[in-house]
């Protein structure tokens, strides 16, 4: 399995993509990060990242889009702007029909480290571990984007297969009651 992490940004959006062959054996694909100027105007700004996130998605033909959920108690502005980024993934996303997966930080931190108050170090070294990186990746956005990516395949699979049991279950449940 492929998943493509998304860091929305607009100024930064961090993107990794990382493979799956087996829980314990995960190689990296990719990373990078878009960059917007803050010179564009809004509408602008999310073109560029629609071109440069769809050229992502075409080279990588990820199976899943590993999407951090926007949260934010003290600044709006930069909530707004992220939760903007994050739409356009979204979007992508939605007329691909890939499946999207919308992870918190504190999931993230936590699936990488053991800990949901992981500070962004402890997550990049993590990252660089998890990967076998001979470095950890720059600027943090990219390394962010890796550790969703992460974070879902170890998350994610496991949050679908619970899932899966409990339909079936219910379809067994039924068949009995019958």
């Avoid at 993509?17 to 995960?26: H, W």
């Avoid at 509408?43 to 050229?55: G, K, M």
């Avoid at 890796?146 to 994610?156: E, K, N, S, V």
């Amino acid at each position: 399995m492929k998943v493509l992490g998304v860091d929305p940004g607009l100024t930064r959006c961090g993107l990794g993509i990382v493979k799956s062959r087996s829980y314990q054996n995960l190689e990296m694909l990719g990373v990078g990060v878009i960059r917007t100027s803050t010179d564009l105007e809004l509408h602008y700004r999310l073109l560029e990242l629609e071109r440069e996130l769809t050229v992502w998605i075409d080279e990588f033909q990820p199976d899943v889009i590993a999407v951090e959920r926007v949260f934010s108690q003290l600044n709006v502005k930069t909530a707004m702007s992220t939760a903007q980024a994050a739409g356009v993934a979204l979007l992508l996303a939605a007329r691909r029909g890939i499946p999207v997966a919308m992870h918190t930080p504190t999931e993230v931190k936590a699936a990488v480290t053991g800990s949901g108050r992981a500070d962004k170090k402890q997550v990049a070294t993590m990252v660089q571990s998890i990967l076998k990186l001979e470095s950890i990746p720059k600027p943090v956005d990219s390394t962010d984007a890796l550790a969703l990516a992460i974070c879902h395949l170890w998350r994610g699979n496991g949050d679908a297969r619970i899932a899966e049991a409990l339909k079936n279950e219910k379809a067994r449940l039924k068949v009995l009651s019958r």
